[in-house]
């Protein structure tokens, strides 16, 4: 039998952090090696398996270094800030990364890409099989409804998200943008207000809700005359995100370094 891999857990007392230390303590080929959080939060000193009342013996430190010493891949979920600290240790000290954090700016996707040389990175805006495999139809259903259908784009998500729209959202927009080959940069459009002028068909329009505990919901609109083809995922529990991360950290095993993506892990390119 192979060693275990050894998995370090960024932002292990967020909502996503909690989940991934369950999914890794759960998982019988990995092993939980550090628990980080930033400093100040009252989860520090804390088992990093207190929050699903089983303890793991893996103690949430603040400091990158004490947390990292025996991982072999970080996986986070946390803020834009927090993942570009993160990344620059983990390329200078060989450790791999599974980023799941979404909000970034073309500054630091490009800091990603460059990390990438150096180590083996996931980035995906969305963990889950059901998504990744959503990403395909939509990449389907924009070539078929290239014409005469206007598309729109709609998220909903819980009170306490911070980026919108999603990052799943953007992603969905990339594909379908791509598939047309339009460039998303210039035909989104993000809300409405006032007088806006009738449609422009080039474009694609997000729209985004918050409120509640809503863990992610995704509706991709095509709308025609006469008829409207919409395409949704709604997730129901985050657990889905924490198995996609734990599968994303197997994959990077024996991958020096390279930029993936989670088509790359669940083998769904082409
Ligand atoms: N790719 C995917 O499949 C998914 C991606 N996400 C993304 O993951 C991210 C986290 O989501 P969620 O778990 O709900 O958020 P939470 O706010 O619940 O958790 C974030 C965690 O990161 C910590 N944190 C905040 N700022 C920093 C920082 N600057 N440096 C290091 N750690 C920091 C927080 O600590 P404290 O609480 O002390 O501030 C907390 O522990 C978001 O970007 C979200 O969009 C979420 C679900 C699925
Ligand atoms: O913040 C969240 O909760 C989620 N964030 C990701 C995103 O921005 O797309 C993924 C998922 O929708 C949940």
Known sequence: ???PLKIAVAGASGRMGRMLVEAIQAAPDAELAGALDVAGSPSIG???????????????????????????VLIDFTRPEGTLRHLEYCAANDVQLVIGTT???????????RASDKVGIVFAPNMSVGVNV?????????????????????????RHKVDAPSGTALKMGEVIADALGRDLKECAVYGREGVTGERDPSTIGFATVRGGDVVGDHTVMFLGTGERIEISHKSSSRVTYAHG??????FLAGKPNGLFGMDDVLGLKG
């Open 1 to 3: 039998m192979s060693a």
């Open 46 to 72: 804390m088992d990093a398996g207190a929050f699903a009342g089983q303890l793991t013996g893996v103690i949430i430190q603040s400091d990158l270094a004490a947390a990292l010493k025996n991982a072999d």
């Open 103 to 113: 909000g970034f700016d073309d500054e630091g996707k490009a800091a990603i890409r």
């Open 134 to 158: 959503t990403l395909k139809l939509l990449e389907m259903a924009a070539k078929s409804f290239s014409e005469g259908y206007d598309i729109e784009i709609v998220e909903a998500h819980h």
């Open 245 to 250: 991360a734990v599968r994303a950290a197997r």
